[in-house]
């Protein structure tokens, strides 16, 4: 399998002459079930790093140089990795800085986690193994662990432990998937777009221990600025992946307030008994979940839709949504029977089934309707399949 090895530079002349021998004469003669290739992608160094690329090139036919203007590391990775795939049909391309800051002796590892069948791996600096400079002090340790802590709780990847690593081996056929021209940042909170988009796509993932080393030419690049934009990339993840959902909670919500005034306009003013009329007001917000969702919450799932006509597909909806109005009812049955008619509130009687819908219906309703919505009658699920069968590969 050809691996491409992308390394983006600027002003990295020093590192990049140590860099290339390295790999070439130490690393890649150790890997022998494999064809390496290096890709440099220079921004434009004023200090002549592609230069000394063009050197190298006369010397190893493995090594490629890729030019661009100075965008940010983000794009410069992505650039790379786009034509490592398509000009060099990588099968995998692995993410490295040429400033030694990773060990390029790790590679190996990186490999063989990928020969035993996984799609993304990741030197993880925080599983037993991994390491950060000695160098580092407090404070850059406590930005790093709650930058990646903040990214976890966000994102809930809870079984990543390195989400902001940047040494990684991805295999095209995943990373080919993930819109490259769009990723939320061109600096270094790239990597938690496309870490991110990788485990959407169910990429096997798989952490390898690495020890993060503290620059030895030149300084860091990390400013104040590349921890605002980390930020905001995770909640623009966290926003996009939520949208439907978000959706589905304002109608979800404008449906409860429904039921609450049908529960007490039937249990109050009609003299219906409680259980029923909280079954009564479940219809009636079920009704107006499924208009005011099939027109707004999944209206981009039109080619499903159209398979039935509404009143057909109103009724499977009504059928499917049973399950969660008979909970309601047989939840409101159980605590009127236990508790009576009506709870003291706040120095106020209030009928009981106001007061247990709350929870049932935030705990219990909110999330079987989601995926009941999702997975039987809008088919979400199918349109992803879909997507992915459609997704051009090169």
């Not at 069948?117 to 850059?140: M, Q």
Request: glycine share 6%; net charge positive; proline share 3%.
């Amino acid at each position: 399998m050809k691996i491409v090895v992308i390394m983006p530079t600027y002003n990295e002349k020093v590192n990049i002459e140590k860099m290339i021998p390295v790999l070439e004469d130490e690393v890649f003669p150790k890997i022998t079930n494999h064809h390496m290739h290096i890709l440099v992608a220079d921004d434009q160094s004023p200090d002549g790093t592609a230069n000394v690329v063009r050197q190298y090139m006369q010397k190893y036919q493995n090594l490629h140089l890729l030019e661009g203007n100075k965008q940010g590391l983000g794009a410069a990775y992505a650039r790379a990795m786009k034509y490592a795939m398509d000009e060099l049909e990588a099968y995998a391309v692995i993410e490295i800085d040429a400033d030694f800051q990773h060990d390029p002796h790790d590679i190996p590892r990186f490999l063989k986690a990928m020969d035993e069948g996984s799609d993304y791996v990741i030197g993880s600096r925080y599983i037993p193994g991994g390491a950060i400079p000695k160098e580092w002090g407090i404070h850059r340790k406590v930005i790093s662990r709650v930058g990646g802590w903040f990214a976890q709780v966000v994102l809930w990847h809870w079984d990543i432990h390195d989400l902001t690593s940047g040494y990684k081996l991805s295999k095209s056929e995943f990373l080919k998937k993930i819109d490259l021209d769009h990723l939320y940042s061109d600096y270094y909170a790239y990597k938690i777009h496309i870490l991110h988009d990788m485990l959407l796509l169910h990429a096997k993932v798989k952490e390898v221990p690495i020890t993060f080393y503290e620059r030895k030419e030149g300084s860091s690049k990390i400013t104040q600025k590349d921890l605002f934009d980390s930020f905001w990339v995770v909640m623009k993840l966290r926003l996009r992946d939520s949208k439907r959902f978000i959706k589905f909670a304002l109608v979800g919500g404008s449906g409860f307030l429904l039921q609450m005034f049908t529960v007490w306009f039937c249990f109050k003013i009609l003299n219906v008994e409680q259980f029923i009329a909280a079954m009564i007001g479940g219809e009636m917000a079920i009704v107006f979940n499924f208009f005011a969702n099939n027109v707004w919450t999944f209206s981009d799932t039109k080619s499903v839709k159209e398979q039935g006509n509404l009143f057909l597909r109103l009724l499977k909806f009504n059928l499917a949504s049973l399950v969660s109005i008979g909970v309601q009812g047989v939840v409101v049955y159980c605590a009127v029977e236990l508790i009576g008619e009506h709870i003291l509130l706040l120095g106020r009687l209030v009928p009981t089934s106001l007061v247990i819908l709350v929870p049932t219906i935030i705990c219990i309703v909110i999330p079987l309707n989601y995926f009941i919505y999702n997975k039987f009658i809008w088919k979400t699920h199918l349109m992803k399949k879909n997507s992915a069968k459609q997704t051009p590969t090169t």
